[in-house]
């Protein structure tokens, strides 16, 4: 959806770019394209409000937050995984 | 200068999830400025009429921008903006245009297959007088060949037709505009996304954007 110079972004490329989309390092052409798919895309809107509220989540997360067993349990999880 | 801008339920930016300031019965909403250390195209984002459909939300808000004012393709940008007062922008006001937006696209379509000497499918499509019927009937028509590309404009119609039926109306907007696009090009395109935002300034009675506030 574009004046016509431009292909329109499918919601598989909003996806690729959404961590340039919040980051601000869109180009102003390729911002304008991302916020009309949204505009047009139920689905990748409500990709983005997640994506943000997963964001704001994880922003108020602190060690003190999680309970020792669940800490002890995502470390051997962790650790088992580096190990292969 | 007077321009438009969609928001989201609330006064709130549908992309920043920024609330703006609204009128009050003193005046105005207040000044938002955008601090001039951000990024040069970063600011504050309104349209004209002829892009209004590019940016369809909840509420429409008619905003007067300060000066300088940049240009871009589909958008209007500036360091400072307020709200102004709503438009009477409403759900059934947009499932209007969605259905305007569709009959024409079929009365479109209906005249390239006349052109072309397929009479019977361009007087199936006219007969249509519900979106349920032209989503069917137009489903139809594009169904059985994929390749055939009169075929295929009817295809855009159904699919018209099936974001109308169900309230998708940015959708049916672009959709329109895409068709536009694939039996007359680009120009075409622009003009179809230009007639829709007419339809709207002129169904809510907007003022003339681009021109200096009053206020």
């Known amino acids: ?84 | 200068m007077i321009a438009f801008k969609f928001l989201a339920s609330g006064a709130v930016g549908p992309f920043t999830g920024f609330a703006w300031p609204t009128p009050t019965s003193s005046g105005p909403g207040a000044w938002v400025e955008v601090p001039p250390e951000s990024i040069p195209d970063r600011g504050i984002h309104a349209c004209l009429t002829e892009h209004l459909s590019f940016w369809l939300d909840d509420e429409l808000w008619i905003a007067e921008l300060a000066d300088p004012v940049q240009r871009s393709s589909d958008q209007l940008i500036s360091s400072r903006g307020r709200l102004l007062q709503r438009a009477a922008w409403a759900r059934e006001v947009a499932i209007d245009l969605g259905q305007a937006c569709t009959f024409k696209a079929r009365d479109a379509a209906a005249r390239v297959l006349q052109n072309n000497g397929r009479l019977r499918e361009a007087d199936r499509l006219l007969s249509c007088s519900s979106l349920v019927e032209l989503q069917g009937v137009a489903r139809e028509i594009s169904e059985p060949c994929k390749t055939d590309f009169l075929a295929n404009l009817a295809g855009y119609v159904a699919d018209a037709a099936t974001f109308a039926n169900v309230g998708e109306v940015a959708t049916v907007t672009y959709i329109v505009a895409e068709f536009a696009r694939a039996s007359a090009g680009a120009i075409a395109a622009a003009s179809e996304r230009a007639w829709q935002g007419r339809w709207i300034a002129e169904r809510l009675k907007l003022p003339r954007a681009g021109e200096h506030a009053t206020v």
């Open chain 1, 1 to 84: 959806m574009t004046n016509g110079s431009t292909p329109d972004l499918a919601c598989k490329e909003v996806v690729e770019l959404v961590t340039e989309y919040l980051e601000q390092t869109l180009s102003h052409n390729e911002r304008t394209r991302f916020e009309q798919h949204l505009a047009i895309c139920g689905g990748c809107k409500e990709y983005l409000r997640e994506i943000r509220s997963t964001i704001d989540l994880s922003r108020k997360l602190s060690q003190g937050a999680l309970a020792p067993n669940v800490r002890d349990e995502l470390l051997t999880l962790f650790r088992k995984w580096k190990a292969g």
